[in-house]
């Protein structure tokens, strides 16, 4: 029982910040142009 | 005679400047702290190092701090001060990177539409989340965890449920309330009475009762019923910025010249009648008007189908939406725009696509059916567990909330959307986009195919059909010179003969509405119309060649004798395999054109077509097609051209080719890219599978309640069982969808010489026929004088 103490926050809070990490990334527009990623990642400069 | 009056030229480059400034500074949206972003839609751009030459280009430009380019929407985003840019000159400066650009209009629905996306997918990530931690606590509930545990599982998980459906479930609630407000049920009334009575209930259960909770239906069903309206939204939404993309405009505004004959740039709403404007070659005519003076060709394929480039000659009256070809022109005003041959156009085509608009798609009718079922369902076996078991509202209850929830519509709300965005991909990759799920599910039911002529099923630029007379040295220089002019006439001649290395001609000047002239090895040579070649030929009156071809280009040396190339707009090459195909499908075929009765019967006796009728109008074919309507037919009608606009609108389902009119793209509810017709006899095909398994995927999913509700109502549904048969029914109905990536497999591969369908996502999303002259032809042309 106590080491349900330390796991399930641990897991609910692992599990939001990938929540907040997507939501994040969503705002930010780096959803906005998948083509264009794969493609700049062959740029040299 | 000079190549083109001189004197109208660096002022019309002034105005066009000027007037690329104003239409910039209106277009832009501001960012605040002085700087603007301006949008501009370049069609062109497709690999990286399109993105690094425009990016680096542009960025050098006075007063722009930040460029970006996006690859999948094809847009570049420039920041900009513009009091440190002067006359913004965006749109010349990507010309002179060497790609073609118009602005982006950000009042446009389109930036609306991705926000929808952006909240549907939020909603989707916190239902994911939710669904996924209240999943593994309630698998230990079930598991057997003791009596403390579980409640300490319960109110975790309601922690996590309650805000989570709240908030991720708010596309349902809203459209719920809608529907309700109108005294209407949709499918999505069943679902928010759902989700919500089982969190009222868990919540209960959580703080003072000793069952299970219902947290985790409730947040899943969220989460499977999310990425079937996600998977809605987003194939509506990619294929309507694909055509958004392709889209050139008309002229928002026109140079009008004043009594002085200044010109100055004014909006077309201020055109009147009698008014003089300049439209130079390459550009479109806004408004219907007559021509005062100037030299020129036409092009009037879009507006009424006939395929040959026409002579401007002043006193005659063209509609807007006619393609000024080679030289300057005055227009005069004939009526204001609203009254123009677009206005007119547009008019018809609304009035038409309304009558389609009633149409009930096939998800709303079963929603139609199955949202009263659910209900009395779910409130006759509460009053029966109420009558059952004396009272006990509390048992009843659950059991009604698990009727709900077993009978929502997991599977039937993927059951659409799945079909026809698998179908989208499966149709993306032939060169086919389609525009939303309604299209596909009446191109199933389409049994008459009605075809366009000019552009449609051939290809609407001339070809050479024949040449008479003529050295191949002759047909060299011919051809060199050719190669010279943007108009359709001599591009087609550029063909005579590919081997031009050895060619030198010099003092090139392309003379609008006659051909060009130089001078080969010390003689005069002249490409362009037979008259005017005639004047330099030998024999002055050659008789022109009796051949059915629609139109000629002669060439003449000096002295020499005339030389005929005959021109003719040609079928696609694969327009009568297609049209037997379709036939061998049971469709009856026609083609209803704008273009002369000769013409248009030559082209159904070469494919094979049924019916022809030839001379139309807009609202003739409009008419006609509603005839076919009316006499039960469902029609699919192919076409392109402006004229062809309203009658698509009034079929039942349309294609257009992709290098189309925009407004022929708009009003089409499939758009094709692509040189071939192949395209058609795929998307039915896939269109009928998809419907045949959407129609599975109604089975599967009815089975399913069939099987589960009578559990349901009986009690014995626990949430175990509910979450159970909620996510294998949904996985089948999804599995049995990716199916339709098999369809019509072996017709992938088009014949040799065309596109390869994975070409699809790239370079196929420019239109296939080279865009409207632009000034790209024009360098070319100067470095050789």
Not at chain 2, 317 to 335: D, F, H, K, Q, S
């Amino acid at each position: 029982m106590s080491h349900l103490v330390f796991l399930i926050p641990i897991a609910l809070g692992l599990g939001a910040l990938g929540l907040v990490a997507f939501i994040w990334s969503l705002r930010n527009g780096q959803y906005d142009d998948l083509d264009g990623a794969a493609e700049r990642i062959l740029d040299d400069d | 005679m000079t190549c083109c009056s001189p004197s109208s030229v660096p002022n019309q480059q002034a105005l066009n400047r000027r007037l690329d400034h104003e239409r910039t500074l209106a277009a832009a949206h501001d960012l605040g702290n002085g700087l603007l972003q301006t949008d501009l839609v370049v069609p062109a751009m497709h690999c990286v190092a399109c993105i690094r030459t425009i990016e680096n280009g542009m960025s050098t430009l006075p007063g722009v701090e930040n460029v970006r380019a996006n690859l999948s929407t094809r847009r570049v985003s420039v920041r900009w001060r513009p009091e440190a840019a002067g006359n913004a000159g965006f749109i010349p400066a990507l010309a002179a990177l060497g790609f073609e650009a118009s602005l982006y209009d950000h009042a446009s629905l389109a930036s609306q539409a991705d926000d929808t996306g952006r909240k549907l997918l939020i909603c989707l990530a916190v239902a994911g989340f939710a669904a996924a931690n209240v999943m593994l606590l309630s698998v230990s509930v079930w598991a057997g965890a003791d009596a403390e545990t579980q409640r300490l599982f319960q109110l975790i998980s309601g922690l996590i449920a309650v805000p989570a459906s709240i908030f991720a479930g708010q596309p349902f609630y809203r459209s719920a309330w809608a529907a309700l407000r109108n005294r209407n049920l949709n499918m999505d009334v069943p679902i928010s009475l759902a989700v919500l009575l089982a969190l009222g209930v868990s919540i209960y259960e959580a703080l003072y009762g000793q069952h299970e909770t219902w947290f985790e239906a409730s947040v899943s069903l969220l989460f499977f019923l999310l990425i079937g309206r996600y998977l809605d939204h987003m194939m509506r939404e990619r294929a309507r910025s694909a055509i958004l993309q392709l889209s050139r405009m008309m002229p928002s505004g026109a140079s009008k010249l004043s009594a002085s004959g200044e010109a100055s740039y004014v909006p077309l709403a201020e055109l009147q009648p009698g008014d003089s404007i300049l439209v130079a070659a390459g550009e479109r005519v806004p408004v219907d008007a007559r021509i005062a003076s100037g030299l020129s060709d036409l092009d009037r394929s879009l507006v009424n189908g006939e395929s040959v480039a026409v002579q401007a000659r002043p006193g005659l009256e063209i509609e807007a939406g006619v393609l000024n070809l080679t030289g300057p022109l005055t227009l005069e005003v004939l009526r204001p725009a609203d009254r123009s041959f677009v206005a007119n156009v547009i008019t018809l085509m609304e009035a038409a696509s309304q009558s389609n608009s009633q149409q009930v798609r096939i998800a709303d009718r079963m929603a139609g059916l199955y949202a009263p079922v659910v209900h009395i369902v779910s409130g006759a076996s509460f009053i029966g567990w109420m009558l059952w078991t004396g009272g006990d509202w509390y048992t009843s209850l659950n059991v009604a909330i698990a009727v709900l929830i077993i009978t929502c519509p997991c599977a039937l709300a993927l059951a659409v959307p799945i079909a026809q965005v698998v179908a989208a991909n499966r149709l993306f990759r032939s060169g086919v986009m389609v525009k939303d799920g309604a299209a596909l599910e009446r191109l199933s039911d389409a049994d008459t195919v009605v075809f366009d002529k000019t552009g449609t099923l051939t290809l609407g630029e001339p070809r050479i059909a024949s040449i008479h007379g003529g050295s191949d040295e002759e047909h060299a220089v011919a051809a060199m010179l050719a190669r010279l002019s943007t108009h359709p006439a001599a591009r087609a001649a550029a063909s005579a003969q590919s081997a031009t290395q050895g060619v030198l001609v010099s003092d090139v000047q392309e003379l609008a509405g006659l051909g060009l002239e130089a001078v080969w090895k010390g003689r005069k040579v002249r490409l362009g119309r037979r008259s005017w070649v005639s004047e330099i030929a030998r024999s002055t009156v050659a008789p022109a060649p009796q051949t059915n071809a629609t139109s000629e280009v002669c060439f003449a040396v000096a002295g020499g004798d005339i030389v005929s190339f005959q021109l003719s707009d040609t079928l696609r090459t694969d327009a009568a395999t297609v049209v037997r195909k379709l036939r061998g499908m049971g469709f009856a075929t026609g083609i209803l054109s704008g273009d002369a009765a000769g013409p248009v019967q030559a082209a159904a006796a070469q494919t094979g077509i049924e019916s022809a009728i030839s001379s139309l109008s807009p609202s003739d074919k409009t008419s006609h097609v509603e005839q076919l309507r009316a006499a039960g037919r469902n029609v699919l009608y192919v076409g392109d051209g402006l004229n062809d606009a309203p009658a698509l609108a009034a079929a039942n389902v349309s294609m257009a080719p992709a290098s189309g009119s925009d407004i022929g793209r708009a009003s089409a509810g499939l758009v094709f890219t692509g040189k071939g017709l192949a395209a058609i006899p795929v998307a039915i095909e896939v269109a009928r599978a998809t419907g045949r398994t959407v129609r599975q995927n109604f089975v599967l999913a009815i089975g399913y309640n069939m099987f589960a509700v009578p559990l349901a109502v009986l009690g014995y549904v626990t949430p175990l069982i509910a979450a159970l048969a909620m996510s294998s029914s949904s996985i089948l109905v999804v599995a049995n969808s990716l199916r339709l990536n098999l369809v019509a497999r072996h017709q992938a591969i088009m014949p040799s010489g065309q596109s390869a369908p994975d070409a699809a996502a790239g370079d196929e999303l420019q239109p296939s026929s080279p865009p409207a002259p632009s000034d790209a032809g024009k360098p070319r042309l100067e470095a050789v004088k």
